[in-house]
């Protein structure tokens, strides 16, 4: 069976010298070692002033919005994970919807300032797979307008843009580092930021609000993370630009033997200046239809690929139904191909086989 991802994990003994000790300390969780090295790591290895490691990256949206004290409406993306959206719902807040551009699959800068109301409070786009988002744009208009930016990362780990990590541009950004991503902790985030006064409060809103063991500092939630998961993080974080490299390679020859010359199919543009991660694999087809042939041709050799991501996040059902032309007819006609570290040459070569034949017939 070759699925859409594979999680990649290191050799088990350099997973168990971790855990061994762990078991020397009896400190499994509230800011172990393993947590405070690989928050340290991490920040070097993005850039960053502050990263705070944390369970999920749907809680570290949810924590990057009470941080900023967000109430109002949040102007962002309708193609992206279900998280995106929900983060906002979840923490009252008012998802409002931008269309996205055809080519790159980002927020479409150019329509974001004609959905600004006086509730609008921040703009949550998505470097959806990694593409960076145009900030310089966003961030004149958040300039001009009074508004936060909480950048969805989840896809974006390592990426850099105009000589910049992705992690620095806006007030906040969060990762995920859940299995299914090109850096794991098997489940995991961060939230990320370098501002000293939001990083303070995240530092107490992610710990139950504690103020040392006998007091609080106000409203907190436990998105701890623990030294199980941290283990798992630094075991991977040294391997990551091999990974990268892995992935570049599968992706060129995709690009080669899949993409090229052929007018069905088409990728996603990837914006200039940018050092990319190669975390995903998506192509768009010239018709649902087309797309649902080929899925059903690739499932019947035992080929997993996935709809990332289907439907569009405006159809919801606790969203206020708008149409967003371009996002709900990407969204029907995409599909991530197999991508992973360890997906053999001839693995691949079978995937562009099953999809070639599909085509023509």
Not at 46 to 63: D, E, P
Not at 205 to 234: P, Q, S, V, Y
Request: proline residues 4%; charged residues 25%.
């Amino acid at each position: 069976m070759i699925n859409v991802t594979k999680t990649y994990l290191p050799p088990l003994e350099e997973y168990y010298e971790y855990l061994k000790g762990v078991w020397e300390r009896s400190w499994v969780t509230n800011h172990g070692p393993l947590v405070n090295e690989l928050e340290e790591k991490l920040k070097d290895f993005l850039g960053v002033k502050h990263l705070f490691f944390v369970s999920n990256g749907t809680i570290a949206l949810q924590i990057a919005i009470k941080a900023l004290h967000l109430k109002g409406e949040i102007i962002t993306t309708p193609f992206s994970y279900v998280a995106t959206t929900s983060s906002i719902v979840w923490e009252g807040c008012k998802p409002v919807f931008v269309d996205i551009d055809p080519e790159t699959l980002n927020i479409d800068v150019e329509s974001i300032e004609s959905a600004i109301t006086k509730e609008t409070v921040a703009i949550l786009p998505t470097h959806v797979f990694g593409n960076p988002c145009n900030h310089r744009k966003i961030k004149e208009i958040a300039d001009k307008n009074n508004l936060k930016i909480i950048y969805d990362a989840a896809h974006a780990f390592g990426v850099r843009y105009n000589d910049k990590p992705v992690a620095a541009y806006g007030n906040i950004s969060v990762f995920s580092f859940h299995a299914t991503k090109i850096f794991h902790t098997i489940e995991g985030g961060a939230i990320v930021t370098n501002n000293d006064e939001l990083a303070d409060v995240i530092s107490y809103t992610r710990n139950f609000g504690h103020k040392g063991t006998e007091d609080f500092w106000g409203l907190g939630i436990n998105g701890k993370n623990c030294e199980f998961h941290a283990a798992m993080g630094l075991c991977l974080l040294p391997n990551i630009n091999k990974s990268i490299e892995k992935r570049r390679n599968i992706t060129l020859k995709y690009n080669e033997l899949l993409l090229n010359n052929n007018q069905k199919l088409r990728g996603v543009i990837i914006n200039k200046d940018v050092e990319y991660n190669y975390a995903y694999y998506p192509i768009i087809f010239e018709s649902e239809e087309l797309l649902l042939k080929v899925k059903l041709a690739l499932n019947s050799k035992d080929i997993n690929p996935r709809r990332y991501f289907y439907p569009s996040l405006n159809k919801l059902n606790y969203i206020d139904y708008k149409q967003m032309a371009v996002s709900e007819s990407i969204s029907r006609r995409i599909l991530c191909l197999p991508l992973y570290d360890s997906l053999k040459n001839e693995e691949q070569l079978q995937v562009i086989d099953v999809i070639l034949n599909a085509l023509k017939s």
